[in-house]
Nanobody, 122 residues
Framework: VQLQACGGGLVQIGGSLRLSCAAS????????LGWFRRAPGKEREFVAA????????YYADSVKGRFTISRDNAKNTVYLQMNSLKPEDTAVYYC????????????????WGQGTKVTVSS
């Protein structure tokens, strides 16, 4: 599976961005998908995930109510809509995929995108 993430950039505090991650090389609908991020000087952490079958979503407490993960199986793409952005959201964001159920840890994910950088600044 190849994953290509895009949509990062510089945004002001309180602004919005939508990240996209296009997948190829696998039946997209059979993949559980996740977004993770690595802030400067920190380890990579879970942000959001979406199940392959029923579309159930999961979020880190730090982004709940502000971020929304969604998937479009017809376009082989997963999205992360980020609203009310804060400086602490500044990080490189990675999409990830696995053939199976969702995990809220990065370890079980087999496929990773290259990362897209998000900077939230005043």
């Amino acid at each position: 599976v190849q994953l290509q993430a895009c949509g990062g950039g510089l945004v002001q505090i309180g602004g919005s961005l939508r990240l996209s991650c296009a997948a190829s090389g696998h039946t997209f609908s059979s993949l559980a998908l996740g977004w993770f991020r690595r802030a400067p000087g920190k380890e990579r952490e879970f942000v959001a995930a979406i199940e392959r079958s029923n579309g159930k979503t999961y979020y880190a407490d730090s982004v709940k109510g502000r971020f929304t993960i969604s998937r479009d199986n017809a376009k082989n793409t997963v999205y992360l809509q980020m609203n009310s952005l804060k400086p602490e959201d500044t990080a490189v964001y990675y999409c990830a995929a696995r053939a199976g159920g969702v995990y809220l840890s990065e370890v079980p994910y087999d496929y990773w995108g290259q990362g897209t950088k998000v900077t939230v600044s005043s």
